[in-house]
Every structure is written in C-alpha cells, then in structure tokens.
T-cell receptor, first 109, second 118 residues
Framework: AQRVTQPEKLLSVFKGAPVELKCNYS??????LFWYVQYSRQRLQLLLR??SRESIKGFTADLNKGETSFHLKKPFAQEEDSAMYYC???????????FGQGTILTVHP | DAGVTQSPTHLIKTRGQQVTLRCSPK?????VSWYQQALGQGPQFIFQ???????QRGNFPDRFSGHQFPNYSSELNVNALLLGDSALYLC?????????????????FGSGTRLTVV
C-alpha cells in the first residue's frame, strides 16, 4: 500500500535561511507527487507537482526515485512561508491522494 | 467562481446520530472526493464520486456513504456517529482523468466542515 512520511512535525528557521521539508514515500508503481500548503485560516491549496518541475513562490522539489523522496526546498525562507505543508502521492488511475501527516513551518523574523 | 463550497461550516452532533455534509464542486469539475482530517493528521481519503457513482473508496466503514447528483454536487452521510468521527471533512473537486497534467483541472479543496461528536 502507498504511504507518505513527513518525518518532521515542526520546523523552525529564520528569515533568509534555507529550508528543506522532507518527504519520503512508498509506492509500487510510478507515483505522481505533490506538495500542498495550508496558510492560517485558508483552505488547502496546491503548491507544486513533480511532473511540471516548476518553481512556485521560490519552492522547488525534486523527485528522487532511488531514495523514494520528494523533498521541498527553498533557498531563502520568508515569513509569509509560515504554514502547514503536506506532501501527497496520487494514484494515477483514480486521482486518490495519500497525504503525509504534514510539517508546520515557522519562519522567524 | 466561488470554487468548492461546503456546508455547513461547523456542526455538533450527538453520538449515535446521523449527519449529512454537502459539497458543490468548482465550476467545470465533475468529480468529487471526500477526505477526513483528524486533528494533527493529514487528510485521509474516504471516497470519490464520478458520474453519480462511487469510483474508489478508502479504508472507511460502511457507516460512511455518499451520493453525487446530476449537477455534480455531492453529499457525505455518516450514520451511527462515534466520538472518533470528530474531524474536519474536506471536499475536493477535479476533472475526470486529471492526473496532474494541467493545474487548472486539478484538485481544488473546499474549506471543510468541522464536525464535533459529543
């Protein structure tokens, strides 16, 4: 069965510091992976997905099939990046998302 | 476009009662998925509806059932409520066959319904 693991429940960094949110997955096929973000009092929204290889708000994520990881990175964290971040895996056939438990990122001034 | 709309926003029910939650998908979307998010946890997939049929189901008991209407809106019903059913219930809409190709067709989440069972 598929599983997504985010080992850090809480992550604190200072503004301007690099940040990396870890995500590991287990899946028997070729997964589609996403990062979702939830800012305070807002709904869950898509941040980025691995197939597009795009950068959103300065965040990037590289799929490493050998290590089964999809870590989210940003070179210079901003205070407005403070939020809950979820890594999610999608089964291509039906669009079911399996989420990790989430990481709360706090960026201090 | 209001996006995905869920109602009610908050609900308090007594153990053993039944509850119905409602979801209107984003305009242009035809598939509705339901997720349960317990406090401190990531969302867990309950089921997905497409063409008025349950297409896929997560690891939830039969007390959880759903329905999709011809206008693509959906309901989630939970019978014989347990204290453990207290959670945020999220609805997400998408376009059938979306597997991440075009961001605009992808999953769009509602704000959720906060269910408290006492």
């Amino acid at each position: 069965a598929q599983r997504v693991t985010q080992p850090e429940k809480l992550l604190s960094v200072f503004k301007g510091a690099p940040v990396e949110l870890k995500c590991n997955y287990s899946y028997s096929g070729s997964p589609e992976l996403f990062w979702y973000v939830q800012y305070s009092r807002q709904r869950l929204q898509l941040l980025l997905r691995h197939i597009s290889r795009e950068s959103i708000k300065g965040f990037t994520a590289d799929l490493n099939k050998g290590e089964t990881s999809f870590h989210l990175k940003k070179p210079f964290a901003q205070e407005e990046d403070s939020a809950m971040y979820y890594c999610a895996l999608m089964e291509p056939s039906y669009g079911k998302l399996t989420f990790g438990q989430g990481t709360i990122l706090t960026v201090h001034p | 476009d209001a996006g995905v709309t869920q109602s009610p926003t908050h609900l308090i029910k007594t153990r053993g009662q039944q509850v119905t939650l409602r979801c209107s998908p984003k305009s242009g979307h035809d598939t509705v998925s339901w997720y349960q998010q317990a406090l401190g946890q990531g969302p867990q997939f309950i089921f997905q509806y497409y063409e008025e049929e349950e297409r896929q189901r997560g690891n939830f008991p039969d007390r959880f059932s759903g329905h999709q209407f011809p206008n693509y809106s959906s309901e989630l019903n939970v019978n014989a409520l347990l204290l453990g059913d207290s959670a945020l219930y999220l609805c997400a809409s998408s376009l059938a066959g979306w597997t991440g190709g075009h961001l605009g067709y992808g999953y769009t989440f509602g704000s959720g319904t906060r269910l408290t069972v006492v």
